[in-house]
């Protein structure tokens, strides 16, 4: 080899080494930078006819295991749907009260049963008659503040929905606008690691509001597949669209169109799915529910005799046999309230609603509340309940079975809108924890280790060291082969 190769390998050595230290001075600056991927510079050996030519330095790539990123960006999603779902669950479970203090409306109902027992021993007690009026007042409040709660959660879902789809817009536009950057500089033999950390944060953006997965094509550009199988586009011809709209019990909330299509059904992933499924089906359904408890609530009583309670000020309305069961009393639970009449008048509670009047000690009205009311179902002339076919369209159901009894029908809604949340607390809790699991898993391979790259340093220091020790001897020879024909 002569003196010329050596040289420039050694020339070479010293750039390849500058160059790798400028990477470990990259990484540990960016040590605690969120979303910062650890880069390696690439090095290769060059030689021509088995003789060595020195180092070849490429661009810096990632250290990055995809197969374990996608696996915690997915696990993220659904931590990000679960927490959206807890959240919502824990604010109605607060407004039932808790169970057992006497502010949950399976206590309030047994309380306005015990007023009326107690109101049997002496039926003309004026003080019993308005405890009646202030149980049964208590208890249409505790259904109102419920459905009130859940109200709130939907609109809050739906708010948050709209919001959400404008962000996905941005990073998709984002994700496909980094992708064609990274196309030209890869093919330009740059450096795209800058560019590929912010595109992989975009796209995880992407993960969490809908839990698609993505899939890398040849021209370098991104699919992204939602877990329907949908494709959202990338090329910045992304549309999706979501007005806002004040919700109520009788409103079907807005459709999310992708250039004019329907695709709400498809997006089920992600916090995005999360607030479309507690918009579309949870709360509605807590809703159906306890408009179908007020309205059994109130018939019982007024087969019994007692029109106690009053949609508003109006009539309850019967169970349709037409259409859906709760046509004409769908939102019941944020209206119903005790009779006005009642209210002005409790001696009602012992004289009835029916316009005969009766003796002041005659307990007809309160032995068939007791009996018929708050007895089983058979023994009431009012058409049962129904936990089936409910909501405006009639698709709904309630997850128990039908209740038979007016307190069973409380703790069951009850049961079922506190278990919910219960349940969803608990996945919540053991979501985190695989997601813990998984990040702390990307991170042993991605991220930053100061002392790993400090220790990396100091072997580049002592290769610089090497390197810059060959170029000194071989500018030693050169100068005594240059003193030897100068002296020739």
Do not use: K
Request: glycine share 8%.
């Amino acid at each position: 080899m002569s003196l010329a190769s050596a040289l420039s390998i050694a020339t070479g050595g010293l750039a390849n080494v500058t160059s790798q230290l400028a990477v470990v001075s990259q990484n540990v600056s960016n040590a605690n930078t969120a979303g910062y991927t650890l880069e390696i510079g690439q090095q290769t050996a060059l030689s021509a006819d088995g003789m060595a030519l020195g180092v070849l330095t490429g661009p810096t790539v990632r250290s990055i295991n995809t197969t374990m990123q996608a696996e915690a960006w997915q696990q993220d999603a659904t931590v990000a749907g679960m927490t959206v779902t807890s959240q919502a669950l824990s604010a109605v479970d607060a407004a039932q009260g808790t169970p057992g203090a006497g502010d949950d409306l399976a206590s309030l109902t047994g309380a306005l049963s015990d007023a009326f027992t107690t109101l049997s021993a002496d039926p003309s007690s004026s003080a019993e008659q308005t405890a009646v009026v202030t149980a049964a007042s208590n208890l249409a409040g505790a259904i109102n503040s419920v459905a009130q709660a859940v109200g709130t959660q939907r609109q809050a879902a739906d708010d948050s929905a709209i919001q959400e789809i404008s962000q996905l817009n941005t990073a998709l536009a984002s994700i496909g606008t980094l992708s064609t950057q990274i196309s030209t500089l890869s093919n330009q033999g740059t450096s795209t690691a800058a560019l590929e950390d912010q595109r992989d944060a975009a796209m995880s953006t992407v993960a969490q509001l809908t839990g698609a997965s993505f899939l890398t094509q040849p021209n370098g550009s991104v699919q992204v597949i939602l877990p329907s199988g949908t494709t959202l586009p990338t090329d910045g011809s992304a549309d999706l669209q979501l007005d806002a709209s004040q919700l109520s019990p009788h409103y079907a909330a807005r459709c999310v169109t992708l250039d004019g299509r329907d695709i709400t059904s498809q997006l089920t992933g992600g916090s995005i799915g999360a607030n479309l499924a507690l918009r579309d089906t949870v709360m509605p359904t807590f809703q159906a529910e306890l408009d179908e408890f007020s309205h059994d609530l109130a018939t019982q009583f007024s087969a019994a005799g007692l029109n106690l309670f009053t949609d508003g000020s109006s009539p309850v309305a019967a169970a349709s046999t037409t259409g859906p069961v709760q046509t004409g009393y769908v939102g019941l639970a944020n209206r119903i309230q005790v009779n006005p009449a009642v209210a002005a008048d409790p001696s009602l509670v012992q004289q009835g609603t029916s316009g005969t009047a009766i003796s002041a000690s005659d307990q007809t009205v309160i032995d068939a509340v007791l009996n018929q009311a708050f007895g089983p179902t058979t023994a009431s002339t009012a058409a049962p309940p129904q936990v089936r076919g409910l909501g405006p369209s009639g698709t709904l159901s309630a997850p128990f079975s039908r209740p038979q009894t007016l307190a069973d029908f409380a703790s069951d809604v009850m049961s079922a809108q506190s278990g919910a949340s219960s349940d969803a607390s608990a996945s919540l809790t053991t979501a985190q924890a695989a997601q813990t699991t998984l990040n702390n898993s990307v991170a042993a391979v991605s991220g930053v280790s100061v002392d790993t790259e400090m220790s990396t340093m100091i072997g580049l220091q002592n290769a610089y060291a090497a390197n810059a020790r060959v170029i000194t001897a071989i500018q030693s020879m050169w100068t005594s082969l240059l003193d030897i024909g100068t002296s020739a």
